[in-house]
Antibody, heavy 120, light 110 residues
């Protein structure tokens, strides 16, 4: 059974960089059938697509976040990561990592989510 | 990148049917048959219940069905049950590897 697990600091100061890692277990991150995405949800609000990465390193970003966003992959560790720079309180959210089945453009496996709070 | 438009809330009585709409544009919902729907309970991760507009993953009840007309997708839940009370989100592929989510709809089972 595929499992995804987010990890990283739960508290980040304003203007600093938010960094999260998603560890994939029960399957390989190196498959052309899938890519790996980040989705976030501010407290009490809806889901927002952040971006996606292929195991080859190709990325797709939300245009509204592109200038601050970097998603990378480490196939040797079966992990992918998110870095969001110059954060503000508006970036406070539960951050989910998820697997995207490319052919059907669906997110079929999700991590449990991790709350990241931006506060001094 | 504007979100897809969903009603904030819908409600229905047990055994009734409800429909949740998801309005997009000709650049997303209307241009691709790649709308998915997710069910989310409080404090939990979203769960995929419909993909490619109308297909159900294995294990999802056939009480859930999806459709699309023009730039609007819809999720119908028939035979409402108390366990269906949750938040529902639509998501559409928008080209260039990008996605848009709807604002979410809170379903209340009366």
């Amino acid at each position: 059974q595929l499992q995804l697990q987010e990890s990283g600091p739960g508290l980040v100061k304003p203007s600093e960089t938010l960094s999260l890692t998603c560890t994939v277990s029960g399957g390989s991150i190196s498959s052309s059938s899938y890519c790996w995405g980040w989705i976030r949800q501010p407290p009490g609000k809806g889901l927002e697509w952040i971006g996606t990465i292929y195991y080859s390193g190709g990325t797709y970003y939300n245009p509204s976040l592109r200038s601050r966003l970097t998603i990378s992959v480490d196939t040797s560790k079966n992990q992918f990561s998110l870095k969001l720079s110059s954060v503000t309180a508006a970036d406070t959210a539960v951050y989910y990592c998820a697997r995207e089945w490319v052919a059907a453009r669906r997110y079929d496996y999700w991590g449990q989510g991790m709350l990241v709070t931006v506060s001094s | 990148q504007s979100a897809l438009t969903q009603p904030a809330s819908v409600s229905g009585s047990p055994r009734q049917s409800i429909t949740i709409s998801c309005a997009g544009t000709s650049s997303d919902v209307g241009n691709y048959n790649l709308v998915s729907w997710y069910q989310q309970y409080p404090g939990k991760a979203p769960k995929l219940i419909i993909y490619e507009g109308s297909k159900r993953p294995s294990g999802v009840s056939n009480r859930f069905s999806g459709s699309k007309s023009g730039n609007t997708a819809s999720l119908t839940i028939s035979g409402l049950q108390a366990e269906d009370e949750a938040d529902y989100y639509c998501c559409s592929y928008a080209g260039g590897g990008t996605f848009k989510f709807g604002g979410g709809t809170k379903l209340t089972v009366l």
